[in-house]
């Protein structure tokens, strides 16, 4: 089994859907991680535990999503060293932006690095860009994905 290097984690069963996009692009080039359910707010000591030991375990990403008072990537944050991204999820009431305003702004000394509001995909992306410093074969795959999305891209507009 490959070396575990980017934890996936979200405050409830109900960010999956969203948070799955950062997997299936992982997935898509071949990096490692894991997915946990950690809620800051109803699981505070998982969440400790996760941030206190993860530069032992030999993360190097953590990708959090949560909605509404999300607090879950900030906090993470502030346990742990390793680059936290976050994931604002959409939410009902207000559709994110109280997701967003949760993550974005976050102290000196403490940084998130905040997608947009159900930006898993570009989560799982800039993971794999902080890893593929380091990943030569990595950073392969990263620039093949890139060209290929480029390709995809249609020159013309047509009207259907
Ligand atoms: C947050 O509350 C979670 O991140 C989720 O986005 C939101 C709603 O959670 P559930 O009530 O669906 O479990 O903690």
Redesign the pocket.
């Known amino acids: 089994m490959a070396q575990v290097q980017v934890g996936i984690i979200?405050?409830?069963?109900?960010?999956w859907p969203?948070m799955r996009e950062a997997a299936a692009i992982l997935d898509e080039l071949g990096v490692a991680y894991e997915t946990r359910i950690v809620?800051?707010?109803?699981t505070p000591d998982r969440l400790w535990e996760y941030g206190r030991a993860a530069v032992s375990r030999g993360l190097q990403v953590i990708i959090a999503?949560?909605?509404?008072?999300?607090?879950?990537p900030g906090m993470m944050a502030s346990k742990t060293r390793v680059p936290v991204i976050g994931v604002p999820?959409q939410?009902r009431a207000l559709a994110g932006v109280d997701?967003l305003y949760s993550i974005v702004q976050m102290p000196r000394g403490y940084p998130v690095a905040t997608m947009a509001i159900g930006g898993a995909a570009n989560a799982g992306l800039m993971a794999a860009g902080i890893l593929a410093l380091q990943d030569a074969a990595l950073a392969d795959r990263l620039d093949a994905w890139r060209a290929a999305l480029s390709e995809s891209i249609p020159e013309v507009p047509t009207d259907d």
Do not use: E, F, N
Not at 10 to 15: A, E, R, V
Not at 39 to 42: E, G, K, M
């Open positions: 979200m405050g409830s069963q109900s960010d969203t809620s800051a707010h109803r999503g949560a909605g509404g008072a999300a607090h879950l999820v939410t997701s």
